[in-house]
């Protein structure tokens, strides 16, 4: 997996050390990374999420990305992992603005 996704380590390492088997859910593991991390943190996430979601990876590929780093059941969500991340990508923009 490594050479494929190599220049998604940084995504990698947030979808692994947020979206993890302890977190309460999704939604609110977000909201803590969110409350936690610095507004430059969290547009580097986002510059991130954009490059992977433009990048020239197929569909598969990037919901394996996403299912093998994220410890999210995504049918509960009733959204494929790309969906997920699209959606989680929104919310770090809302995020942005209104980080001070």
Not at 5 to 23: K, N, R, S
Not at 63 to 77: T, V
Request: hydrophobic content about 35%; overall charge negative.
């Amino acid at each position: 997996m490594e050479d494929t996704y190599g220049p998604y380590e940084e995504l990698g390492d947030f979808l692994a050390g947020t979206f993890h088997q302890d977190m309460e859910s999704p939604e609110e593991a977000l909201n803590e990374f969110i409350m936690e991390v610095t507004k430059i943190c969290i547009e580097n996430t986002r510059n991130d999420i954009l490059s992977f979601l433009n990048s020239n990876l197929t569909d598969s590929e990037k919901e394996e990305f996403i299912k093998y780093n994220a410890y999210i059941y995504f049918p509960a969500l009733n959204l494929t992992p790309v969906e997920w991340l699209k959606h989680t990508l929104e919310i770090l923009k809302e995020a942005i603005k209104n980080k001070e």
